[in-house]
């Protein structure tokens, strides 16, 4: 039987109460939301908090998805299913829902969280990739106040975020500018398996040029989950197949991929590549189709 | 590593319409909670990492992964397990389905299965076939190769929604 060490449980009632709780117990207490990344490293001692703060009880205050001016915000505590089934997520960014349906599976995703997942940070996490090629933002609180991160300078390496031991992930706020398509893709082992190679594409486009583009990757090593020379390659160019492939050429080239049970790190460059292709090609589809 | 009172919770639930309330360690898996505090061995412990789906039970109308929940995260929830879908009208459309189709043969996986389903009926009352083993996807089940228990929930899918025509004819 797989069980988490002893640890001291306690209920968060509101983000300061968290916020409280983190800066009571010190850096060895850790919040849990829906705990399908955390319990499971906890059940094989990869993770051994000394206390576990459940904020379970904020998914009303964490939970809604909403449009504010010009963002689109999503709460942390915003369960995968939630984002999989909102029409504003849908209408917006449906690069998000192309990941969502490749996360896990169903019954996961009732309890997993998009909070959740990004401050896992596991380096093949979905989200990340397309939370940073979408250019988003975190809000991040303490007791001082809240923050705005760029989510991709979120992680700083494998399982590692700058959120601080006693703040909160409060939010994700997604900038929504006309002329904007996305589109995921995603390589896995079996179904709801961790991505061997995922590439996520937006371009924002007028008059038939690409004049912004995010391209992300997960799971082979792309530092902060994005590759800026693909960026780079896009913006400024109509969308060619020439400048799609040479893009897709350029992610494959900056990502570092390694060797491991999922794969040889040759195949999951080649994976980055094609996979940054497919996305950007449907990306530029749903963009025109939008125009 | 403390071992004060935090160490241990108190969780309050009602468990197929029935209130119950246990004291158990904090670190205590759902899965555990319902099977040895409650003594509903129904729901069933597999795989332990969240991939195989025989544990799954209703939280709050939800199918959930019980052995990746807390017992303490339950406290205030309804539950419902495989010993909460018959009622007294008899078996559910569901249990009638994997009986009728033979969508068991050790059973192992039957229980997590079901309750899966059950959610799949209520958001989505007629699926195509795609869609049952798309809402089914967390579920593993190494005997029947899922055929079956497709015609299950197919089985069941037509007399709900005959049985609600019915009720409301």
């Not at chain 1, 006309?178 to 937006?202: F, L, M, P, T």
């Not at chain 2, 109308?61 to 007294?88: F, I, N, R, W, Y």
């Not at chain 2, 008899?90 to 969508?103: S, T, V």
Request: aromatic share 4%; hydrophobic share 40%; glycine share 10%.
């Amino acid at each position: 039987m797989q069980t988490p060490a002893p640890f001291g449980y306690e209920r968060a009632t509101s983000v300061d109460h968290a916020i409280q709780l983190l800066e009571q117990l010190g850096p060895e207490a850790r919040l849990v939301a829906g705990g399908h990344s955390l319990l499971p490293m906890m059940k094989i001692r990869l993770a051994q908090p000394e206390h576990l703060i459940d904020i379970n009880p904020l998914a009303a205050e964490l939970g809604s998805i909403s449009i504010d001016g010009d963002s689109l915000v999503i709460g942390a505590m915003t369960r995968h299913n939630d984002l999989l089934a909102s029409p504003l997520v849908g209408e917006h960014f449906p690069i998000l829902q192309d990941a969502e349906r490749v996360i896990a599976d169903p019954v996961v995703r009732n309890r997993g969280t998009v909070g959740g997942s990004l401050c896992q940070a596991d380096p093949a996490e979905d989200l990340s990739a397309a939370l940073s090629a979408l250019h988003a933002t975190a809000t991040i609180r303490g007791s001082s106040g809240s923050r705005s991160v760029p989510v991709r300078e979120l992680h700083v390496g494998p399982y590692e975020t700058v959120v601080g031991d006693a703040e909160i992930l409060t939010e994700i706020r997604v900038p929504i500018r006309n002329g904007c398509g996305s589109a995921y893709e995603k390589v896995e082992r079996r179904v709801g398996d961790w991505a061997i190679a995922s590439a996520a594409a937006v371009v924002w486009m007028d008059g038939g040029i690409i004049t912004d583009a995010g391209v992300g990757l997960a799971a082979v090593g792309a530092d902060h989950f994005v590759s800026p020379a693909a960026e780079a390659a896009l913006r400024g160019q109509q969308p060619t197949e020439d400048v799609i492939v040479a893009a897709a050429a350029a992610a494959a080239a900056e990502c570092n991929p390694s060797t491991d049970q999922r794969g040889p790190a040759e195949y999951k460059r080649h994976l980055a590549g094609e996979l940054t292709a497919r996305a950007l090609r449907r990306a530029v589809a749903r963009a025109q189709g939008g125009q | 590593m403390s071992h004060d009172h935090h160490n241990m919770v108190s969780v309050s639930v009602t468990v197929n319409g029935e209130s119950r309330t246990e004291e158990c360690e904090a670190r205590m898996l759902l899965v555990h909670f319902i099977r040895e505090k409650l003594g509903l061995t129904g729901t069933h412990w597999g795989c332990d990492t969240s991939n195989c789906g025989v544990c799954v039970v209703s939280v709050d109308g939800q199918p959930v992964k019980s052995c990746t929940m807390l017992a303490a995260m339950a406290d205030g929830a309804e539950l419902t397990t495989v010993e909460g879908l018959e009622t007294a009208d008899g078996l559910h459309p569901i249990q009638q389905g994997f009986m009728e189709c033979h969508g068991l043969q050790c059973g192992f996986c039957t229980p997590g299965m079901m309750i899966a389903a059950k959610s799949l009926l209520e958001q989505n009352p007629n699926p195509t076939e795609h869609e049952i083993r798309d809402g089914l996807s967390g579920q593993l089940c190494r005997c029947t190769g899922y055929h079956n228990i497709i015609k299950a929930v197919q089985f069941a899918a037509e007399k709900m929604s005959a049985s609600e025509e019915g009720a409301s004819a």
